[in-house]
């Protein structure tokens, strides 16, 4: 069983940066591949960065490209999103996902365990 738990949000002016974390409790963290997602008021839920259950492997949505990077340690059962450079647009509520698989995927429906989220604001 996988509970994640997410920390690191807040508030934050633009072109400031943020640490996402999602850890595990459980003991099969590392089976799992790894997704970010986010959702804005009134907007569907978006893939925003994925990294493969080694962690050699990385994604990410073109608006957030060379502005975050994400991250895992398997030794401590958790995964980061180093967010920098942010932008107002990037205000949202921020979601890790665990798919039981080798590689992330872009689709929510293919992620079986998800974080509680945690609130991203960027103020202008």
């Known amino acids: 069983q996988v509970q994640l738990v997410e920390s690191g949000g807040g508030l934050v002016q633009a072109g400031g940066s943020l640490r996402l974390s999602c850890g595990d409790s459980?003991?099969?963290?590392?089976?799992?591949?790894m997704g970010w997602f986010r959702q804005a008021p009134g907007k569907e839920r978006e893939f925003v960065a994925g990294i493969s259950r080694s962690g050699g492997t990385t994604y990410y949505t073109d608006s957030v490209r060379g502005r975050f990077t994400v991250s895992r340690d398997n030794a401590k059962n958790t995964v980061y999103l180093q967010m920098n450079s942010l932008k107002p647009e990037d205000t949202a509520v921020y979601y890790c996902a665990a798919r039981y698989s080798l590689l992330y995927s872009s689709r929510s429906n293919e992620y079986a365990y998800w974080g509680q989220g945690t609130q991203v604001t960027v103020s202008s």
């Open positions: 459980g003991r099969t963290f590392s089976s799992y591949a």
